[in-house]
């Protein structure tokens, strides 16, 4: 006799699984990051520091872009829809070469792109080129990762945060808090560097 009521898809709604929820995903996946997640990794007790000219690809409503700005960086920012920020619309994964002063790739790359996001970073890089990619933890799973990714080029650094850094639907970050809902969430950053 089981005590449980609910079925698989509300076990995932409780960890916060959002690929098993009953709402769309954003279109482009666009779900904006939280600037205090780019804060906590440039903060300097982590002991790592982010190069003076970054490069964001996936820029949205400028949430990274702008904490970036504000730290005395250079940012090339790129988004595949205007929305408002940023240098202008650009398909990364159609993107030919970065500016030449740029060593750095930094974004919370469309989570259902995220692979390519990633291999196409280190394509794009200089030797010694920095790769920043805020993802989920899960991201570190699954044997086709493992294949095309992981076993080639591994993460040089892996920071893991705490407490889940929230991404909001479509960037309303207030309607998120308001609706007391949860629309993504961030637990590392995977940081390569093309070797």
Request: hydrophobic share 35%; glycine share 10%.
């Amino acid at each position: 006799m089981k005590d449980w009521k609910g079925n698989k898809n509300s076990i995932f709604k409780c960890l916060g699984a959002s690929n098993h929820t009953e709402k769309e995903r954003e279109k482009n996946d666009f779900y904006a990051t939280s600037p205090m997640a780019l804060k906590k990794l440039m903060d300097e007790s982590n002991g790592y520091q982010l190069p003076s000219v970054v490069y964001e690809p996936a820029c949205g409503t400028g949430c990274l872009s702008e904490v970036l700005a504000k730290s005395g960086r250079k940012v090339y920012s790129y988004d595949i829809v205007d929305r408002g920020y940023g240098d202008g619309v650009r398909d990364f994964l159609n993107t030919k070469c970065l500016p030449d002063d740029c060593k750095c790739i930094l974004t919370n790359p469309p989570y259902s792109m995220a692979m390519e996001f990633v291999l196409h970073s280190l394509k794009l890089l200089p030797e010694n080129g920095i790769c920043a990619m805020f993802l989920k933890t899960t991201f570190l799973e699954g044997k086709r990762r493992f294949d095309k990714l992981f076993s080639v080029n591994p993460p040089r650094y892996i920071f893991q945060f705490v407490q889940r850094v929230l991404c909001a639907k479509n960037g309303d970050f207030d309607g998120m808090v308001r609706g007391g809902g949860v629309s993504g969430l961030l637990r590392l950053v995977y940081m390569g560097e093309r070797l």
